[in-house]
């Protein structure tokens, strides 16, 4: 290339504006650009490793030869900075923002309550934004245009769009409505609640009523003057070979070079799996030269370069499948099952290259591995000066490849599929469209002759390939396939033999997770193949692979019951700042621009449950500032990082670590990154002698009497005598046990502070935590300063779910004490990895219970023995056996008794998670009914509703938390559920699908709740300026739970209908803002917890609008008189002039014995179970939930399904890992799997039942934040009961099973659960008794 072509400056656009960048280290990604040297914050960091979404931009390409540019979304955390050279990067700010007015997808967002925490939503926005952009800049031809507003998008397109993207609040279903209101083809109908229009609206057309998208008039993503813009950035550090000579000198040269570190780099994006700590010195990006870019078909196959994407890998496939006429090829199916390989925005800048050489050198569980070795394909390599073509499967099986060599391309070979050749390639992971690895995966081509008499097959040829099941790289089992190769007519006999072969030959490595379930996979795929082959097979229903509902969310309904009797409260109004989270402009504690001087801050934790801590090293290499340690608190401080109403915790291990995960030192370095990678490649120097072994479990709790203690006032009370109820019992069960797991928050925004020092010994934090009051009083002790010295500021949290209560206190500690003692500024933004192992989780527990019934399925007495792991320190866990017994009394046992031990455990400290104790309770009690329905082979329903509280029997249980009978709406609830539900109707279809299917079975289940909740006393401001706009402060904190809404409607509501004229029809909500809180301004704001911080919040504000409405009235009674009315702007100039309070404060404290209240609702849940894969599909879920009088439906619509399908990823899908020391091990997005859009139900509706007037409650409403998260148990009972249904037939075919009627099904429900209870060889029973009845 001539030497004016190149380039040192990058070149680039962001959202139009020109960057040049010349001072840059080459492994910065786009992210870290964006977010540090930029004004653009939209992009947010959720996991840094590709798997959420929340980072992702679309990045434009020119293709000068074709004067064509390509917009693709990638993930901004892998993406390098160098390589969006003369690219240009739209953000969601770039779409819209306050400024220059918001786009329609932002507008849309939050038209259809999309956005909660809004930590998720830029990204949701920038996915879905360049789904628009694609189909609306090539509309499908043949198409007849969409009307006006619409996109060419098909809504199963517009849902597929943000598949890839993480969400942990709403439960995805408005955001797919958000999506599918674009598409050309949606029913409007269908669309959710939203503030557009009304449901029953009968208005037409109702799209006139959405914000206009105008499809013709798109954003101009790529500027002009980059078109113009000539030349490669070369640079030293970043090379940019244009051919394979120059790539071989730059490789010789690097390589010669002592030390030098280089990489060769297409897309980046294995850095999300293999975190590279230590930056590589050189980069040499492979994407201008030719040869890797090549797509070349021939009459013997594909080639395609080692550089070119997945995206374009797959679209190649497709267009070569078509190209070749009538019916399918190889390629379609490997194009097919790409499409499930990582995420959407991975496959964009992904290359097959390097998922191959990863795969290869590193042993990366690959797909393209597996189905490329399938298909038979063969690779060519560059080997210093020589090239190379071997089988992909030589390749694999060589050593490591050495960084000189270069992998060229891959030739796929041309195979038609008919009816004498056979492909299929299988993948089954926990997330049915990709972004998780799968189990193990494989692909089969296989060539037969059929026999004309008795259409038996005969296997000429067969390719059997196997990978990412814990094995080094892709395999072909050979000894298998040639046991199959020349058999005449295949028969059963023939493929029981081969899968029993396959057994011995798929055996994963020692360590490989779930192996029997992995191998048991490779079972079913080969029978899932060659079953249908064999004669026999003609009524095989397939059920892997099968494209079925790809569509994820069918449908969903909503309905609620608005009243406008305190409008706007009531009202489902949009959320409060949600057009600006969408477009990215809500600040979160990251996004405050950083102060000079300021430093970063990385945890440092221990690796060990149990050991003394002789030294903390760092690697000078990383530059660390300084290692603050617990030898750092100042005098007069003191070492504590957590304070509760039970006492004080340390902030850092002092001599000795007690728990792996526990805090050892501060790592303050000059960037987040340097930070980060210092504290990483910290060595900490542990010994172990003399010390008592660790205690790991439960058990070894009890057995070295391990306990915290529990106040006795919190533990609760026993009711009614167990010995006599056991004695009126016809039958007793005196043993069985249950363990329930933890869980992980999983919140999108990672622990985060940012400390000021500030004059005088004071120190101001910014801190996302849902307690600033107590973290407030932590500062000062540890720092040993008063408290006014202290001020905490929390704006918003990008997600809370009871994680930012306590734990996130250590964390912002640990940076005030940092900046206190540097004098500078130090701000942290825990990495996803150290949250997952330092923060805790869920309690676990282990429960034992005995139980007495009557033949009529009445439950006369319940003992509980439970055994709460609280981890290491007492955090608020006393509590949680207070909250185990709230829904754990909703059924009338007769006598309950229990002993509940709170188990002290070198285990990272366990804290609250949403619903914490009552979701453990509640699925105690349905395990106890479900267990007596078994053992008495009652119907479930019939149990329950046997043991269901008459409103006596619930005063006797809850006491005065029962409120009064017509408030008692349980039993009206569940009847009415089982109605609008067609239960009956649907148990008689499930009954019929089972009769008619082998190895898909279905069941429901109906689940009641009773949630009791506590409100708390909270602080509250109302301040009218002198335009009459007015500020609210409050105790609360908004963490996505639309708090701040709630409150705005609640002040709107209290001054205006005092002191607005009703014919005026004056709306104060647009005058009202809700501040950050401050703890300084506003003191004794207390933990956000448990489900009624927004009610108790709106209490607060209205004692304060009580107060103004007071001082206001006689001068609005005044004015009336003269002018017959009055205006709210001339009221307020009328109270300045006459020098009236504008401020009023109050502290909400709930009368006593009216604090604690039930809460109701139930949910039937339908599930498909494949006894093939042990996958669980939801294909409907309806809830019922009583809101009272709800203060914003569309909120608290938000807030029950968000919370059922948090409480689907607690029972069938997260498994929060520790090692044998106690150390997490599920600590990625890799290894921790929240719910997806296509794992929650197909068919989603819900129902906000009004039960109007609650005298005690705020304006008659109840909480609706944690309890509906329970109801997801009738996702895990129904799961049981399809499994019942599995273990009945699996015991009809095999003699050696009896079908035992009860069983334990763990949780989480994961798919090898399912698997192992439906029989792991049951491949294998089917065949023996397929061939036994000849
Ligand atoms: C979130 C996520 C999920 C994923 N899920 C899956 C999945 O389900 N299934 C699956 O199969 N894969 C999955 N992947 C892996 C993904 O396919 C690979 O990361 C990607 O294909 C690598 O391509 P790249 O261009 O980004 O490689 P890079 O990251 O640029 O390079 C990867 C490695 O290969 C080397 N390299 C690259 N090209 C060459 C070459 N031509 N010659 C020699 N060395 C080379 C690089 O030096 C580097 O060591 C996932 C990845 C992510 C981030
Ligand atoms: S932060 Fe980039 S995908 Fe999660
Ligand atoms: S709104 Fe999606 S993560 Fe909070």
């Not at 349905?926 to 005063?955: G, P, Q, W, Y």
Request: some cysteine.
């Amino acid at each position: 290339m001539a030497q004016e072509n190149m380039r040192e400056i990058l070149i680039f656009a962001i959202n139009g504006e020109r960057f040049e960048v010349s001072n840059f280290e080459p492994s910065i990604t786009l992210l870290e650009f964006l977010r540090y040297h930029t004004r653009f914050k939209s992009v947010k960091l959720g996991c840094g490793e590709g798997g959420c979404g929340a980072c992702v931009v679309v990045l434009s390409r020119y293709d000068i030869f074709n004067d064509q540019v390509k917009s693709f979304t990638v993930s901004s955390c892998l993406t390098l900075l160098c390589s969006v050279d003369k690219c240009s990067i739209i953000t969601s700010e770039g779409l819209g923002n306050t400024k220059d007015g918001f786009h329609p997808i932002h507008e849309r967002f939050a038209g259809f309550h999309a956005s909660q925490c809004g930590f998720c939503t830029p990204g949701m926005c920038m996915s879905l934004f360049s789904s628009l952009l694609n189909a609306d800049n090539s509309p499908h031809e043949d198409d007849a245009p969409p009307p006006s507003g619409f996109s060419n998008l098909t809504a199963s397109e517009a849902e597929m769009s943000i598949s890839s993207n993480l969400c942990r609040c709403t439960g995805y279903r408005p955001i797919a409505d958000a999506c599918k209101s674009f598409a050309s083809d949606v029913d409007i109908e269908d669309l959710g609640l939203n503030s557009f229009w009304k449901k029953g609206d009968s208005s037409n057309p109702k799209a006139d009523k959405l914000p206009f998208y105008d499809r013709d008039n798109q954003i101009n993503v790529f500027p002009q003057f980059l078109k113009n813009e000539l030349g490669v950035l070369k640079r030293q550090s970043w090379y940019t070979p244009t051919s394979l000579s120059e790539l071989q000198v730059t490789l010789i040269s690097i390589l010669a070079e002592k030390d030098e570190r280089v990489k060769l780099v297409v897309g980046n994006t294995g850095m999300g799996y293999y975190k590279e700590i230590v930056p590589f010195h050189n980069y040499i990006d492979l994407r201008y030269i030719p040869e890797l870019s090549v797509i070349r078909m021939d009459q013997n196959g594909i080639e395609i370069g080692a550089a070119v994407t997945i995206y374009e890998a797959i679209s190649a496939l497709k267009r070569e499948n078509e190209a070749m006429g009538e019916g399918e090829s190889v390629f379609v199916k490997i194009a097919n099952h790409m499409e499930k390989v990582a995420t959407r925005f991975v496959r964009n800048s992904a290359s097959i290259g390097g998922n191959l050489v990863m795969a290869q050198r590193k042993h990366f569980p690959s797909d393209i591995a597996t189905i490329l070795l399938g298909a038979g394909s063969t690779v060519n390599i560059q080997m210093d000066s020589k090239f190379v073509t071997v089988s992909l499967e030589e390749f694999l099986a060589w050593p490591p490849l050495d960084s000189g060599s270069v992998l060229l391309s891959v030739q796929i070979p041309h195979t038609k599929i008919g009816n004498e050749v056979f492909f299929e390639t299988y993948r089954v992971s926990p997330r049915p469209l990709g972004n998780a690895l799968a189990y193990i995966n494989a692909a089969f081509l296989a060539e037969v002759s059929r026999s004309e008499t008795t259409n038996g097959v005969t296997v000429n040829n067969i390719r059997l390939a196997f990978g990412a099941y814990g094995v080094e790289h892709a395999i072909r089992v050979r000894n298998i396939e040639e046991f199959l190769v020349g058999k005449k007519s295949l028969q059963l006999e023939d493929l029981l033999e081969a899968v029993i072969m396959l057994r011995g030959s798929i055996i994963p490595e020692v360590g490989t997770t779930h192996a029997a379930y992995r191998r048991s996979l490779a079972v079913s795929y080969l029978f899932d193949f060659l079953y249908p082959l064999i004669g026999a097979g003609d009524d095989f229903e397939k059920t892997i692979n099968t494209n079925e509902d790809q569509g994820f969310l069918l449908s969903g309904s909503q309905v609620v019951e608005t009243s406008n009797e305190y409008y706007p409260v009531g009202e489902p109004i949009a959320k409060t700042g949600a057009t600006i989270q969408a477009s990215g402009e809500a600040v979160y504690v990251d996004d405050i621009p950083s102060p000079p001087s300021c430093l970063h801050a990385a945890f440092i934790y221990s690796t060990k449950p149990l050991a003394r801590v002789k030294g903390v090293k760092t690697i000078s290499e990383f530059l660390p500032v300084d290692v603050i340690t617990f030898q750092d608190i100042p005098n007069g401080g003191v070492n504590v990082g957590v304070k509760t109403d039970f006492g004080l915790e340390p902030l850092f291990a002092d001599e000795l670590t007690r728990a792996a995960g526990q805090p050892l030192a501060l790592v303050v370095s000059d960037t987040q990154k340097h930070a980060n990678m210092a504290a990483s490649s910290a060595m900490v120097d542990y010994d172990f002698e003399n010390l008592e072994p660790p205690i790991l479990t439960v058990e070894d709790a009890v057995e070295r009497s391990s306990f915290f203690e529990v106040p006795p006032n919190l533990y609760p009370k026993q009711i009614g005598d167990f010995s006599k109820g056991m004695d009126e019992a016809d039958h007793k069960i005196l043993h069985a046990e249950i363990r329930l797991p933890s869980q992980y928050y999983f919140y999108m925004e990672t622990q985060c502070a940012l400390a000021i020092p500030d004059e005088d010994n004071c120190m101001v934090v910014y801190s996302s935590v849902q307690s600033p009051a107590y973290l407030h009083s932590v500062i000062a002790i540890c720092l040993g300063v008063p408290e006014h010295n202290v001020r905490v500021i929390t704006r918003r949290l990008g997600g809370g779910f009871g994680g930012k209560s306590v734990r996130s206190m250590p964390v912002s500690t640990a940076c005030a004490l940092a900046a206190f003692k540097l004098r500078r500024p130090v701000r942290i933004y825990v990495n996803r990895k150290t949250d997952m192992i330092m923060i805790g989780g869920r309690h676990p527990m282990k429960i034992t219970y005995s139980f007495g019934f009557k033949s009529d399925g009445k439950i006369t007495a319940l003992h509980l023995d439970i055994l709460i792991d609280a981890g290491i320190t007492i955090d608020l866990s006393p509590l949680i056996t207070h909250f185990i017994m709230g829904p754990l009394r909703e059924y009338n046992w007769g006598a309950l008794s229990f002993d509940m031990k709170l188990c002290k455990t070198n285990l990272s400290s366990k804290s609250s998670m949403r619903a914490p104790g009552d979701l453990q309770g509640s699925f105690i009690a349905e395990t106890v009914i479900e267990h007596v329905a078994s053992s008495l082979s009652l119907e479930v329903d019939n149990v329950r509703k046997k043991n269901m509280h008459t409103f006596d029997s619930l005063r006797n249980f809850y006491g005065v938390s029962a409120g009064e009978i017509h408030e008692y709406t349980l039993p009206f609830i569940y009847d009415k559920l089982a109605v609008t539900s067609h239960l009956d109707e649907r148990i008689k279809m499930i009954k019929e699908f089972n009769g008619n299917n082998t190895w898909r079975k279905r069941a429901i289940s109906l689940v009641p709740i009773i949630y009791e909740v506590t409100v708390s006393p909270i602080p509250g401001k109302v301040s009218i300026l002198q335009d009459g706009s007015i500020v609210v402060e409050v105790g609360g904190i908004e963490i996505g739970q639309g708090l701040w809404t709630k409150v705005k409607q609640m002040t709107a509501f209290s001054l205006s209908s005092n002191l607005c004229n009703a014919d005026d029809d004056e709306n104060l909500l647009d005058k009202v803002r809700v501040i950050q809180t401050d703890t300084l301004s506003l003191v004794q704001g207390g933990f956000t917890y448990g489900s009624t911080t927004s009610e108790s919040s709106c209490a607060a504000v209205k004692l304060c609008c009580d107060i103004l409405v007071e001082r206001l009235m006689p001068i609005k009674n005044r004015l009336c008189e003269q002018t017959g009315s009055v205006k709210w702007e001339a009221l307020i100039t009328a109270g300045h002039l006459e020098s009236v309070n504008f401020a009023a404060n109050a502290y909400y404290v709930p009368v006593a014995g009216t604090g604690d209240y039930l809460n109701y609702g139930a949910a039937v849940s339908e599930v498909e179970i494949n006894l093939l894969t042990g996958e669980t599909k939801i294909l409907q879920s309806d809830i019922i939930y009583d809101c009272g009088q709800s203060l914003n439906p569309a909120v608290d619509l938000g807030q029950i399904e968000g919370a059922f399908v948090q409480g689907i990823g607690f029972y069938m899908r997260e498994e929060y890992l520790t090692n044998s020391e106690g150390l997490v091990i599920s600590d990625s997005t890799w290894t921790y799997k929240i719910p997806s859009i296509d794992t929650i139900p197909k068919r989603f509706n819900v129902e906000i039942l009004n039960s109007n007037h609650h005298k005690n409650r705020v304006l008659s409403s109840k909480a609706s934040g944690e309890p509906p998260l329970l109801l997801a148990a009738s996702v895990h009972f129904a799961t049981k009961a399809a499994i019942k249904e599995a273990r009945k037939q699996l015991s009809s075919w095999s003699q050696r099973r009896t079908d035992s009627s009860y069983f334990h099904l763990p949780v989480p429900a994961l798919m090898p659960v399912v698997k192992e209870l439906c029989g792991l060889d049951n491949v294998e029973s089917y065949l023996e008794n397929q061939i036994s009845r000849g």
